[in-house]
């Protein structure tokens, strides 16, 4: 995989954390970043929601340097909006790279005519991708899956229609919107979507381990990778997998002491940035997914779910042998 190229960026290994709703908030992305993630994508932002400088909203499109650079998602169902937003946000200086959310399967989504939505309406999206265009100079891109269902594959289609656009490059996740997350990342109509168009093409979809890797980068030849659900508790998935492009060789997975340690600085991070109230709680799915698939991880959820203090979580996970 060679370096991947976004506007002024450059990305020798270009592995970078997908935008996830409730996942990849400031908190998440330094961590990632602290662990050699090149580039983090934030959770999508609703354009209509800057339109109407929602408080919340707002909130979401803040940065901090150890973050940058940073891509922003915007999410959209009409090029006015849509315009608006990535103008916005250009404006405003808190992100580096605009990504345009048409990937999103969540049916409060979709059935605004957003999201994966909009692969059904290739017309819509050629009008709102043009629009983003024009309205701002940032590094553009776009995430997308294979189509809406199995009956209308169109992600060569709507890929041309990004490049044709001016869009940088199309990320594409494996499946269609029907498949949410189910099944596997078909590797191969990526491959597709690779010979189609001249743009880069970053691959989504089932990437944990290096051997996954290497199967998603031999069958589609993409430019590039975005790790989403295998990065949930897992910012290591960073390091192993940089490492074994740069060495072919695999790191061994952390300890029980280095899990321990990045569970209490994503603790510290959300109260700083959420408070103690909202942190501690939007913490507990974090703590579980850190600690999925070993010894006892179905005790340690329970105890988790329950934990209203920092120094509950420290308890539990000392208890635990982690510190």
Request: glycine share 8%; with cysteine; net charge neutral.
């Amino acid at each position: 995989m060679n370096p991947l190229k976004l506007g002024g960026f450059f990305f020798p290994e270009p592995v970078f954390l997908a935008p996830m709703a409730g996942v990849t908030d400031t908190a998440y992305r330094i961590i990632a970043r602290e662990m050699g993630c090149p580039l983090a994508f934030a959770e999508m932002v609703s354009s209509q929601g800057i339109h109407y400088r929602n408080e919340y909203t707002l909130l979401m499109l803040r940065s901090e340097p150890a973050e940058r650079p940073l891509a922003m998602q915007i999410f959209a169902k009409s090029a006015a909006m849509a315009a608006e937003a990535a103008a916005y946000i250009e404006e405003l200086g808190t992100a580096d790279i605009l990504d345009f959310n048409m990937g999103c399967p969540a049916p409060k989504v979709v059935k605004n005519g957003e999201g994966s939505a909009l692969m059904r309406d290739p017309k819509k999206a050629e009008e709102i991708l043009k629009a983003i265009r024009r309205a701002t100079t940032l590094p553009f891109t776009v995430k997308m899956r294979l189509g809406w269902d199995d009956d209308s594959r169109n992600a060569v289609e709507i890929a041309r229609i990004a490049e044709g656009a001016g869009v940088d490059a199309v990320a594409v996740h494996g499946r269609t919107r029907a498949q949410f997350y189910s099944g596997s990342a078909d590797y191969e109509a990526i491959a597709e979507v690779k010979r189609a168009v001249g743009i880069p093409v970053i691959v989504s979809g089932d990437i944990r381990r290096p051997a996954d890797l290497k199967r998603a980068l031999d069958i589609t030849g993409a430019d590039g990778v975005m790790i989403g659900r295998g990065a949930q508790g897992n910012p290591w998935v960073f390091p192993q997998l940089i490492h074994w492009l740069r060495t072919g060789e695999e790191l061994p997975p952390p300890t029980p002491a280095e899990r321990a340690a990045v569970v209490l600085r994503h603790i510290d991070l959300l109260i700083s940035y959420k408070g103690d109230y909202i942190g501690i709680r939007e913490m507990r799915k974090h703590a579980a997914w850190y600690t999925r698939g070993l010894p006892g991880s179905a005790q340690l959820r329970e105890q988790f779910n329950r934990a209203d203090t920092r120094d509950a979580f420290v308890e539990i996970l000392h208890e635990a042998g982690y510190m």
